[in-house]
């Protein structure tokens, strides 16, 4: 008689067909993203929600208790990736740069560029680090939607200020995406800038189109399916983005540029009436699933060791944000703001993680940028995260809300 074989975990696992890996991975992630917004509502202060995601997701994964494993959801990451840049995107208001705090905004980002071009490139000549263009684009990121929530909490969004915040804010997210297209696209001859021409003008093209059907009998259609269980906007809002991202790739761009293209041609297709509901829907779906599972599988995939053996890595690349970041807005706008607000202004300008993740991942997907240096960015844009709004808004109590 053959002795019955009881089957252990790892049998199971292993005899597990590639669907009930990807399915088990998934329930995993959605666990970490069901359990975060609970655990961000009752911890001190409310820690931003992706600081906790990109935790939960280093605990579940290879690193500590391997419960899932990035390979097999990685689709959904990708198309995370792009929401990301799509909501960026479609954050980016077409008069927001205009006026005096528009162009002293622009030559803060500029500033900042230029700092951490120059820290970087001295880093990588005593042998810091390697690739330093994405490494310095990185270092000039904002993270306005982290900012937003955490303002209007403090009943400061009608200060000048705030004001400030989110001008710098949007060229701190603008102009980064336009520099990791251009930087991480890796191009080497004319037909790729071409290729670039040819998709920001199709870019363009989609919404001129948009605004011609405004008001025609297609439009009309549109507009009466978009709710229910037809949700036309939505499913061409994956049609425009998906589209996008293939071309791009096809073509050799990186898909971030097709990704912000979708999201900056559908604001601009949004008409006055439903874009409050649009807003909303974008948010559901990108923020309700592709975003989390985005940063549950970054966390997943970060090179924990590489931190544990290099902390200094970290630690330097948090001061340069600071430094390079802060510093510009601190100086440009002297004559806007008091040097209390100012100094305020800094950290808060410093605050970056979520489109730190993505140039990282790029980088490393790419081959521009070593796991160990994407790793210390991730951590240094966590330790941003936790330290700079707390010193930003703790600095002096909120002023009153200016009308």
């Known amino acids: 008689m053959v002795p019955t074989r009881v089957p252990t975990v790892g049998m199971l696992v292993a005899e597990s067909s590639p669907t009930s890996v990807a399915l088990t991975g998934l329930f995993v992630v959605c666990i970490v993203a069901a359990l975060v917004p609970i655990l961000s509502h009752l911890l001190p202060d409310r820690p931003p929600q992706v600081v906790l995601l990109l935790l939960g997701g280093i605990i579940v994964g290879p690193s500590v208790l391997n419960l899932a494993r990035p390979e097999p959801i990685e689709l959904l990451s990708e198309l995370g990736l792009g929401f990301l840049f799509l909501l960026a995107g479609y954050e980016i208001e077409p008069g927001v740069l205009a006026g005096s705090l528009g162009r002293k905004a622009i030559g803060s980002w500029i500033g900042s560029l230029a700092i951490a071009t120059v820290a970087v490139l001295v880093l990588e000549h005593v042998g810091f680090l390697r690739a330093p263009i994405p490494i310095a684009i990185g270092l000039t990121t904002t993270a306005l939607g982290t900012l937003l929530p955490i303002l209007r909490d403090r009943g400061m969004l009608h200060t000048e200020l705030a004001r400030t915040v989110t001008v710098c804010g949007a060229v701190g997210e603008l102009f980064p995406v336009l520099a990791i297209a251009i930087v991480l696209g890796a191009y080497s001859s004319w037909l790729e800038v071409i290729a670039i021409a040819g998709v920001t003008a199709l870019g363009w093209l989609l919404i001129v189109v948009g605004r011609r059907l405004r008001g025609t009998a297609l439009d009309k259609v549109l507009g009466a399916t978009a709710h229910g269980t037809a949700q036309t906007t939505l499913r061409w809002t994956m049609v425009v983005l ?40 974008l948010d559901t779906i990108g923020y309700g699933l592709f975003i989390p599972v985005f940063f549950v599988v970054s966390g997943m995939s970060l090179d924990l060791a590489s931190i544990g053996e290099q902390p200094l890595r970290l630690l330097v690349f948090f001061g340069l944000i600071i430094l390079a970041r802060g510093l510009p807005a601190f100086l440009i706008f002297a004559g806007v703001l008091p040097a209390m607000e100012r100094f305020r202004l800094a950290f808060l300008c410093s605050t970056t993680l979520p489109l730190l993740v993505a140039v990282s991942t790029l980088g490393v997907q790419d081959g521009h940028m070593l796991p160990a240096n994407a790793a210390a960015l991730v951590g240094a844009g966590m330790l941003t995260v936790a330290v700079c709004p707390l010193v930003g808004i703790r600095l002096i109590q909120p002023l009153p809300r200016r009308r």
């Open 242 to 281: 998906v589209g996008l991202l293939i071309l791009t790739s096809k073509f050799g761009i990186d898909s971030v540029l097709g990704a912000f293209l979708a999201g900056f041609v559908l604001r601009n297709w949004a008409g006055s009436d439903d874009a409050a509901t649009f807003d909303a829907k």
